[in-house]
């Protein structure tokens, strides 16, 4: 009998490392205290496109602050 499932070798995929996130002036560093919702309100200032606007009425609106630190340069 021939065994119809072939093993294929397993190859190591490369994960980028974790740099920085800047938003303009503000680094994002998470607080360990961060809370589902406050991350689910997070998830769409890393989409595509946030550079471009100002994300800082809606960082201000929803208490977001906490999460960036402003970066001196």
Same mark, same amino acid.
């Given at each position: 009998?021939?065994?119809?499932?072939?093993? +294929?070798?397993?190859?190591?995929?490369?994960?980028?490392?974790?740099?920085?996130?800047?938003?303009?002036?503000?680094?994002?560093?998470?607080?360990?205290?961060? +809370?589902?919702?406050?991350?689910?309100?997070?998830?769409?200032?890393?989409? +595509?496109?946030?550079?471009?606007?100002?994300?800082?009425?809606?960082?201000?609106?929803?208490?977001?602050?906490?999460?960036?630190?402003?970066?001196?340069?």
């Amino acid at each position: 009998m021939i065994w119809p499932f072939k093993t +294929t070798p397993k190859t190591e995929t490369k994960v980028p490392e974790f740099t920085d996130i800047k938003f303009g002036a503000h680094l994002y560093k998470p607080q360990i205290d961060i +809370t589902p919702h406050e991350v689910a309100l997070l998830l769409p200032m890393f989409r +595509t496109g946030w550079g471009l606007i100002n994300y800082q009425p809606y960082v201000e609106k929803n208490n977001l602050a906490r999460h960036f630190v402003k970066v001196e340069e």
